[in-house]
């Protein structure tokens, strides 16, 4: 009776050498406070100097998701106190935000929907606050800086799955024009969740709660579900929802509230006096569009137009560039490209690690093609790209050297049904009267008795033929 309405806010930390307004590096992990300056320390009297590198970055992230560039745009004063952030304001973005009205589609059980994208702006990152149970609160400045991209998206999700695929969909977009690392465990992308309920059918939106920076798809999926239940039981039970930022703990998987929310008014923005407007001409916009590769949803498309892939495996090969890169260098070499596809998707994505493929694409078509044309069986062309994995061997040779080729002689694997059948004959029974789930297990034993060579189509229709006939 109830419908759940979400809007994410992402912050993606980019990676550029040095930081948004001043030459101090961006590495992540370095000791404490080593990447620093007056300027990103805050000290009165320093000037910034706007990163060209970081305009271009937002840009590309707009042109991405299909959002308008703005020709001028400005950056503000955020004014607030916190211990990591030593300006005592953080320079932001308004109401002039670089991106505006863009949207990403995501896949749904009932199809694809657009999600609409609010505005991407530019920031500055804050610092970071160890708290030592010994030394008390510490403060690294290295990230004070840090440019950052924040995506806003429209309330346009109605469930966690939707919110889960929105969030992977703009995280694979970032990866693939390459303007973040999007690590989530280094904090490089984090996302607020706003979440409201209001009664099915009704246009009024409810009162928001805020949860600030989950940081992996589980995370997410969780606080939604958690968050969702309580407003609906403080609404079912007359009670009313308090507009508030919360917190998820990840150890007990609940909300916990940490402030009522700040409106915009309090953090009495205005423009920085020491940044001059941003301006953006078509020139740029050019330059960045062609910097662009050819991104997922482009790419599904073709998959499923040229290979006849579903909109899922298409999505699932496409979530990855380097996957997506791979499965395309494959396909020429591919018999079968629905079959390469499969293996790519039920055997590569396992083994991959840390986004090395160590099977060349030619090997793995030519692994397909051997399935496709009878030459092997599909646990064998499983078993092949782990044994070829990390070597340079060739796939013919191996296959003829390990004796790995199918086995489709029809008399001799009617010899071996018969036999098997003749030596289970409680089994045979059972399968006649019914329980006709037993040939997976005669099917095991002749997979057993070849060596897993056997074609497995013509064992069923050989064992099929022999117990109706
Ligand atoms: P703030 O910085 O105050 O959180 P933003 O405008 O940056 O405000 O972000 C607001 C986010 O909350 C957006 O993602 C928006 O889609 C979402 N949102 C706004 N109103 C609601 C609502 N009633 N229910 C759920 N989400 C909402
Ligand atoms: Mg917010
Ligand atoms: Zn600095």
Redesign the pocket.
Known sequence: MYEM?????VHCELNTETKIFCGCKTTFGAEPNTQVCPVCMGMPGTLPVLNKKVVDYAIKAGLATNSEIRTISKQDRKNYFYPDLPKAYQISQFDEPLCENGYLEIETAQGSKKIGI??IHIEEDAGKLIHDKDKGTLIDSNRCGVPLI?I?????IRSSEEAVAYFKKLRAIILYIGISDCKMNEGSMRC?V???IRKKGEEK????T?MKNLNSFTFIQKAIEYEYKRQVDIVTSGGEIIQETRRYDQATGKTYSMRS????NDYRYFPDPDLKPIVTNITDLDRLRKEIPALPDQRKKIYIANYGLTAYDAELLTNEKVVADYFEKAVPFADNKKLLANLIITEVLKMVDDEQIMITPKTLAEISNLAHNDKINSSVAKKLVKDLWGTSLDVNDYVIQNDLLQINDTRLLQELVTEILLSDPKSVDAYKSGKTIVIKSFIGKIMGRTGGKANPVIVNELLENALNG
């Open positions: 309405v979400i809007g994410l806010e609010t505005r924040e806003v998206s429209e309330p346009d607020d706003n979440l409201s939106f409810g009162t928001r805020e929310k700040e409106d915009s």
